[in-house]
Nanobody, 115 residues
Framework: QLHFVESGGGLVQPGGSLRLSCAASGSGISDYVMGWYRQTPGKQRDLVARAISSGISYYADSVKGRFTISRDNDKNTVYLQMNSLKPEDTAVYYC?????????WGQGTQVTVSS
């Protein structure tokens, strides 16, 4: 069983950057493909990036070239570096296994992109 605590969100202007962190506990993440998801009110939770332990990563078209997912299996932590942020990136961001979220969701971290 994995439990997740996301952090690093906040209010940022368009074009700005944020780095999100997801600390996992209860088990190791090394056996799993890990991903970042995001959700806005009234919409489904979408997968935006996922990372395999080998270093291979995949991105949704909407964030490709702007977001970078990374993971530190020793620290049991997954990161999402977000650059060139746009207002449409505003959402609550969550981490979980990917592409199928197996474990319970954490509380997420709110990212708001606004001038």
């Amino acid at each position: 069983q994995l439990h997740f605590v996301e952090s690093g969100g906040g209010l940022v202007q368009p074009g700005g950057s944020l780095r999100l962190s997801c600390a996992a506990s209860g088990s190791g993440i090394s056996d799993y493909v890990m991903g970042w998801y995001r959700q806005t009110p009234g919409k489904q939770r979408d997968l935006v990036a996922r990372a395999i332990s080998s270093g291979i990563s995949y991105y949704a078209d909407s964030v490709k070239g702007r977001f970078t997912i990374s993971r530190d299996n020793d620290k049991n932590t997954v990161y999402l570096q977000m650059n060139s942020l746009k207002p449409e990136d505003t959402a609550v961001y969550y981490c979980n296994t990917a592409p199928v979220p197996v474990f319970s969701w954490g509380q997420g971290t709110q990212v708001t992109v606004s001038s």
